[in-house]
C-alpha cells in the first residue's frame, strides 16, 4: 500500500446548538487503507459520517482529500448504507452503471465496469434482474458493488450489513474485502460490531463516549484471511471491546 495520504481529518468539531457531539477529531487515511471506527452506542458514529459526506457541515476544522477541502461536486465519493437502495424500477447491470452514467463515463467504460463487478460478485446470471427479485443479501452486494463501480477517492459506509444475520454478515465482509482488494479503494466503514471491525479493517480508530473523540487508533496486524477463532483475533476484539466498555 502507499504511504501517500489520501484523507486527512484536521480538528473536526460537530456542535447541535449548546451539544458538543464531536470534539476536536484529527487523524489522516492513506492511499487504499480499510479503516473501521467503532465506540458507544450514540457516541456519534453516524454524526461523524454525516460530516464527511458533508450532510453536515462542521462547528470548525477540515475535511481534506488529497490536500483539497473535501467538495462531493469535485471529489468521488461513495456512499453505501444500512438500507436498501438499490433503484427497483432499474435492473442489477443499470443500478451498477447508474453513478457511472451520472459522472458521464463514456458507455464502453461503463459496460466495462458493470461486467467486472458482475464477475466478482458472482451475479453475472442476475444482470437483467430487478430488485423485487433479489433476495436482501444479493440486494445489498449489488449496493456495494454500485458503490465500488465508479472508482470512488472515499468509499463511505455505515453499518451496511446491520441487518444480516451472521453467516451472511460474513459472506458479504468477504466481498467487500474483495472489491477493496481489486479497486485499491480508500474505505472509511462505520461499525457497531467489533468483530466485524477487526475482521476488515487494517486499521480500527476507537471513539470515546459522547462528545466523541478518538481514543485510540489500533493497527491491526493480522494475516488475511482472518481467523475470528485464532487466539490473536479473541484477544484483540477482547481489547477493543474493553476500550468502548470502560467510560
Known amino acids: 500500500m502507499e504511504d501517500k495520504v489520501k484523507i486527512k481529518v484536521d480538528h473536526l468539531t460537530k456542535k447541535f446548538g449548546d451539544l458538543l457531539v464531536l470534539d476536536d477529531i484529527s487523524f489522516e487515511v492513506k ?100 430488485p423485487k427479485q433479489l433476495s436482501v443479501s444479493e440486494e445489498q452486494r449489488v449496493i456495494i458493488g454500485r458503490a465500488f463501480s465508479t472508482y470512488p477517492d472515499l468509499l463511505l459506509m455505515d453499518e451496511p450489513y446491520g441487518q444480516m444475520d451472521i453467516k451472511m454478515r460474513f459472506y458479504l465482509e468477504d466481498e467487500v474485502l474483495k472489491l477493496w482488494k481489486e479497486f485499491g479503494s480508500t474505505v472509511i466503514f462505520i461499525t457497531h460490531n467489533i468483530e466485524e471491525a477487526i475482521y476488515l479493517a487494517e486499521r480500527v480508530l476507537i471513539l470515546t463516549n459522547k462528545p466523541a473523540k478518538i481514543k485510540e487508533s489500533l493497527q491491526v496486524d493480522l494475516p488475511r484471511p482472518r481467523n475470528v477463532t485464532s487466539d490473536e483475533f479473541i484477544e484483540l476484539r477482547k481489547y477493543v471491546t474493553d476500550q468502548i466498555k470502560w467510560w
Not at 461503463?110 to 467486472?116: A, I, L, T, Y
Open 31 to 130: 492511499k487504499g487503507e480499510f479503516v473501521c471506527v467503532v465506540g458507544p452506542t450514540g457516541c456519534g458514529k453516524t454524526t461523524f459520517l454525516n460530516l464527511l459526506t458533508r450532510i453536515y457541515q462542521p462547528t470548525s476544522g477540515e475535511l481534506y482529500i488529497e490536500g483539497e477541502p473535501a467538495d462531493p461536486k469535485r471529489h468521488n465519493i461513495s456512499f453505501a448504507f444500512q438500507e436498501p437502495s438499490a433503484l427497483p424500477w432499474l435492473t442489477v447491470a443499470e443500478n451498477l452503471e447508474f453513478g457511472l452514467k451520472i459522472k458521464k463515463v463514456p458507455k464502453e467504460e461503463r459496460e466495462k465496469r458493470v461486467n467486472r463487478i458482475l464477475k466478482l460478485l458472482g451475479m453475472e446470471n442476475l444482470r437483467n434482474a430487478h
